[in-house]
């Protein structure tokens, strides 16, 4: 059974993005871009939400199409077009070949991506991911904490996960100050 591996950046105080949407403070340097880099090669799948889909998909599949000459960021444009990708959204219609939309029946269709044998899911959105909250579907959260506070914004993690707790499985730092947080949910 796979795992579902709720990942991102986040600022110091939990924030994804700022009251204006941009979430330019957690653009990753060259070291945690490589770690992002290496995460995304090892997921078996990517499960994203409607709104990180229209972020992500235009741009690194363009990348890939047309590298940049920057190495790291087309190392990741490649592993991204490479790894398989899900979008959970309710109010598309479709999505561009080399994409699965998921938009009916969501409980069942992540199940059975879970159910599958593979190696994790990586899932990214706040929204989805306070969504699969409700339907206990998290089995990890993989948080890059970058040293700034926004103050205000979209928080990160939804009133789906108020009241659950997580063990601690991995953590550590990179030069640049942001710290790796990696929890398991503490199923009772």
């Known amino acids: 059974m796979r795992r579902i591996i709720y990942?991102?950046?986040?600022?110091l105080d939990g924030y994804i993005e700022d009251v204006n949407g941009d979430f330019g403070f957690t653009e990753?340097?060259?070291?945690?871009?490589r770690f992002w880099n290496q995460w995304i090669r090892d997921a078996s799948a990517s499960l994203m939400g409607r709104r990180l889909y229209e972020t992500m998909e235009p741009y690194w599949t363009d990348v890939a199409a047309e590298p940049t000459g920057e190495e790291t960021s087309d190392d990741f444009a490649r592993a991204w077009v490479?790894?398989?990708r899900f979008v959970v959204s309710r109010t598309l219609e479709s999505v561009p070949e080399g994409l699965t939309l998921i938009s009916d029946e969501v409980?069942?269709?992540?199940r059975g991506l879970k159910g599958e044998s593979g190696g994790p899911i990586d899932m990214g959105g706040a929204d989805l991911a306070n969504s699969l909250a409700e339907l206990d579907l998290i089995d990890e959260l993989m948080m890059v904490v970058h040293p700034v506070v926004v103050g205000a914004g979209k928080a990160n993690l939804g009133p789906a996960f108020a009241g659950t707790k997580w063990q601690l499985l991995e953590q550590s730092a990179f030069s640049s100050g942001a710290i790796l947080l990696r929890y398991e949910l503490a199923r009772q």
């Open 7 to 11: 990942s991102g950046n986040i600022s």
């Open 82 to 84: 490479a790894t398989p």
């Open 28 to 33: 990753p340097d060259e070291e945690v871009h």
């Open 107 to 110: 409980e069942d269709a992540v």
